[in-house]
């Protein structure tokens, strides 16, 4: 079966073919593996990519991480970046430009004609997390007027600069979108055809100010593979491709997965060991404070732990337990958010399903405990305290495991980003003091 | 700006439109938005649905969650529930009949014509999490020594069908996979062109084997709007679209989420009381046994607490910061892992680098908490001991932070399920043990 090119075999070629053959040949292979190639030969990587045609080294350079795109650029002569740089699409100049520092912009930016120049100003000029600072402007647009055998040759002329000729927009003379033609329905219907025969009206666009996220989950429900931007007159600036969108959400991925798991969206598992501290202390330093004040509870309650040492021993399985059901809760509901999944209609409704989930099991796991506590203490009233204090702390657990998130997501912060340490600073408190708490008001039955 | 159709407005087109205008005006509204109306006026779903025409109804279908579509075909005439299914693509009709039980598959099955019925049979052969599982068997092949001509005028004819027409694949007439061809390529080409001259011999196809996780990353690499799937042989099977993917990428970022968070991946936020328990009672019984067992680590020392009480105070400290650093190299070991960025060729350098973060805010951490210990208990030796315990068991969180989701990638289990508990269990029972140890061996400068 033929799958990716063996990397012995394509490194072979690349080092070996004739520049005639090269030009030829390097049509049929795709720029993805011919970085990996380079990154797993560090050594050849120049003597390889100077073989390469321009074309194919703006297209290396678009599957390069953003922070590397210019350190390789400017190995080439001048000369050799300017016909580098002008097989870029607009996009991709400016995720080139986007990572610099103003030195460096300049020196890009005079290395490109007008035209791309003054596309680049403008989208750098957008928040880069929205749908301008994703969108392309390369499309292809066309007046309602032409036939199919116009547009047909016009593609022929037009289309290879194009980003994605699969949506045709057709515009009025102010450039207003007015709907969207497919290539399929171009190619699937007669020569004769106007294109305002076969145009949909009713073409769903984004406005370039609309979060990435958000232009993710439009894909998502329509099944697009390209959604055209617009500005606040419903005039087209560009489009978004799907393939852009595949990046997005596993940016946005990363980013859920390491705010829940408390540490920097931005953090490498292969980064320097300086980015991993700087990503992980601040919250090591927040949580401390709540530890402390977790902490603090259980000092007030020192003489009862005096005289109950037991106590101390269970300390822990409340805390624990606590902690992971409101976990449980936090997952659920800021997944849910994510997803779209809850919303004003349904909230109370999954609020209280939370507290009856923190109620049943917090029942048996109380249980468990309260026989457990009943056999190593030899005390009834010992199992007794355990039980209900772990029954409260779960049923509170899943509670702040739902309000915190939502609260969060009111007040406009990703519910991702400091749940967990609200909610386990919650269960921690209140875990101790339901336990330590009753045990005090109890203690005539403890010792 | 226009953008997806004001329910209102909608909701009155669909239900006072003449059946004439309803069949013109339906082409240019998208099935999702139909179907969001319809979720949201339930009393009117039948109502508004059977006015629409089988295509419509299909694409409704498609656009529902799998558990719920066989429900809504049932309330059609059999007549009726025919031409629905036979509006609907072979991978559609196996999402279908996937979720079903074996009368109910019967049922549909005997609704559906011959070609339709073979599809279905051999979709549902295939693993639903594998490339196999999630294609179509609807694509445009076509043989080489066409003209570009002649394929428009076949594409007329069979693109309606088709899945996806933007990529037509080159195959022999034993349809073994040649080549592929973009329909960009074809109309950006004259019309007397041969397909051979145009055809991309170096095709990348996936096995029907693939996991469709996999699948989903070759789709990010390669940045495709479809790939083909192939047999043993390289002959075509069918096709992946890229909006299957984004699919399956939203699917299994919330397996991910959910298994770190020690949740079952189906729990829904809104589903029911009892799935929830279902999904999560498991995990806190797996967690409760190994509290118990960070509980017994405590009990043993019950001797040296009744000595010194203040350890019970900083015992929640110990054990929480030590689960926060554990579970902070889990998260980014585990999406590095996801993200294919964890190898065995840095595997060791990232293994030294997580020791050394655990050094590094180990040392920070502990000397805050040894100040506040020596703070607290007035006594030199308790800062020393706490200190030191929060250093090994920071440096022991963030090893098994590492070494954890590693073995279990090597079990082939996926690291994100049951990391989490591991790696606390780990924190715990070590972090009670080296404070507590540290308190008995030095208990004489304690007291």
Redesign the interface.
Same mark, same amino acid.
């Given at each position: 079966?033929?799958? %990716?090119?063996n990397e012995k075999d394509l490194l072979e070629k690349l080092l070996n073919y004739t520049q005639e053959e090269l030009e030829e040949k390097i049509?049929?292979?795709?720029p993805?593996d011919v970085l990996d190639l380079l990154h797993d030969n560090e050594d050849d990587f120049f003597k390889i990519l100077k073989r390469l045609p321009d074309w194919f080294i703006a297209a290396i350079l678009e599957e390069e991480d953003d922070e590397e795109k210019y350190e390789i650029l400017k190995k080439f002569s001048e000369n050799k970046q300017k016909k580098i740089l002008g097989e870029m699409s607009s996009d991709e100049l400016t995720d080139l430009v986007g990572v610099l520092d103003e030195e460096e912009i300049k020196d890009v930016l005079k290395k490109i004609n007008e035209e791309d120049r003054k596309d680049v100003y403008k989208l750098l000029s957008y928040e880069p997390d929205t749908a301008g600072g994703i969108m392309a402007t390369e499309f292809v647009s066309i007046r309602e007027n032409k036939t199919i055998e116009k547009t $047909?040759k016009y $593609?022929?002329k037009e289309?290879?600069d194009a980003e994605s000729?699969?949506y045709l927009y057709v515009i009025n003379k102010e450039n207003v $979108?007015k709907g969207v033609v497919s290539? #399929?329905d171009?190619?699937?219907?007669?020569f004769d055809t106007k294109i305002s025969e076969i145009t949909?009206?009713?073409?769903? =666009?984004?406005?370039y100010y609309m979060d990435q996220e958000e232009v993710?989950s439009k894909?998502?429900?329509?099944?697009?593979?390209t959604m055209p931007v617009?500005d606040?007159?419903?005039k087209i600036l560009g489009i978004v491709t799907?393939?852009d969108?595949?990046?997005v959400?596993?940016e946005e991925?990363?980013e859920?997965?390491?705010r829940?798991?408390?540490?920097d969206e931005e953090?490498?598992?292969?980064g =320097?060991?300086r980015d =991993?501290?700087k990503s992980? $202390?601040p919250?090591?330093?927040v949580?401390?404070i709540?530890?402390?004040l977790?902490?603090?509870v259980?000092?007030a309650f020192?003489g009862t @732990?005096?005289q109950v040492?037991?106590?101390?021993?269970?300390?822990?399985?409340v805390?624990?337990?606590g902690?992971?059901?409101g976990?449980?809760s936090?997952?659920?509901?800021? #997944?849910?958010i994510a997803?779209g999944?809850?919303d004003k209609d349904?909230g109370m #409704?999954?609020f209280i399903? %939370?507290l009856?989930?923190g109620l049943?099991?917090g029942i048996? @796991?109380g249980a @468990? @405990?309260a026989v457990?506590g009943f056999i190593?203490e030899r005390n009834f009233v010992f199992g007794i305290v355990i039980g209900v204090a772990m029954i409260l702390n779960m049923m509170v657990a899943t509670m702040s495991g739902f309000i915190v998130p939502v609260i969060l997501k009111k007040l406009k912060v990703d519910p991702a980003l400091a749940s967990a340490v609200f909610v386990?600073t919650v269960t921690?408190v209140l875990g101790?003091f339901f336990f330590l708490g009753l045990a005090t008001m109890f203690i005539s039955y403890l010792i």
């Open positions: 079966m033929k799958k %990716e090119l049509e049929d292979i795709h993805a $047909l $593609l022929q289309a290879p000729a699969y $979108l290539l #399929r171009i190619v699937c219907n007669d949909n009206t009713n073409v769903i =666009s984004v406005p993710a894909f998502e429900k329509y099944g697009f593979m617009v606040e007159n419903n799907v393939d969108i595949v990046e959400m596993q991925t990363t859920d997965i390491h829940l798991g408390g540490v953090e490498k598992v292969d =320097s060991l =991993s501290v992980r $202390l919250w090591l330093i949580n401390l709540t530890a402390i977790a902490a603090s259980v000092g020192e @732990i005096s040492v037991t106590l101390a021993t269970f300390m822990p399985i805390a624990g337990m902690g992971n059901a976990t449980q936090l997952t659920i509901v800021v #997944r849910g997803l999944e809850l349904n #409704r999954i399903k %939370e009856l989930v049943v099991t048996v @796991i @468990i @405990i457990l190593w386990t921690d101790f």
